[in-house]
């Protein structure tokens, strides 16, 4: 385990963020704890995929696996995520389209 500056992280949280399966999976997430298959389906993406993206999420600190017996149940690694996830979802973002106008191609904002 190890502990990381407050930039660092907010950088992996940005890098979750950075990846819309990842957000989508987070705010699952956010509603109540899951198990893979049962996310796949929900999210429409292979297991495989979700496998990969909840490593990566775990890799970041922001969720945790829990045993239970046979099968293993994925939450939030912090309560406080859930509300820091609510608190990005209650922001309106001003978006200028001119700014980066390859936006749709380059899939950025």
């Known amino acids: 385990m190890?502990?990381?500056?407050?930039g660092q992280?907010?950088?992996?949280?940005?890098?979750?963020?950075?990846?819309?399966?990842r957000a989508r999976l987070l705010?699952?997430?956010r509603e109540a704890p899951g198990y893979p298959a049962?996310?796949?389906d929900r999210l429409g993406v292979t297991r495989q995929n979700l496998s990969?993206?909840?490593?990566?999420?775990?890799?970041?600190?922001?969720?945790v696996a829990v045993p239970e017996g046979r099968r293993?149940?994925?939450?939030?690694?912090d309560t406080r995520l859930r509300h820091a996830l609510g608190?990005?979802?209650?922001?309106?973002?001003?978006v200028d389209p001119a700014a980066c106008p390859e936006a749709a191609d380059k899939g950025c904002c």
């Open 52 to 63: 990969n993206h909840l490593a990566c999420l775990r890799g970041c600190g922001l969720v």
């Open 2 to 6: 190890e502990t990381v500056t407050h």
């Open 9 to 21: 992280a907010l950088a992996r949280f940005g890098h979750a963020l950075s990846d819309p399966t």
């Open 27 to 29: 705010l699952a997430l």
């Open 72 to 77: 293993t149940r994925y939450e939030l690694a």
């Open 87 to 94: 608190d990005l979802l209650g922001l309106v973002l001003a």
């Open 38 to 40: 049962e996310l796949a």
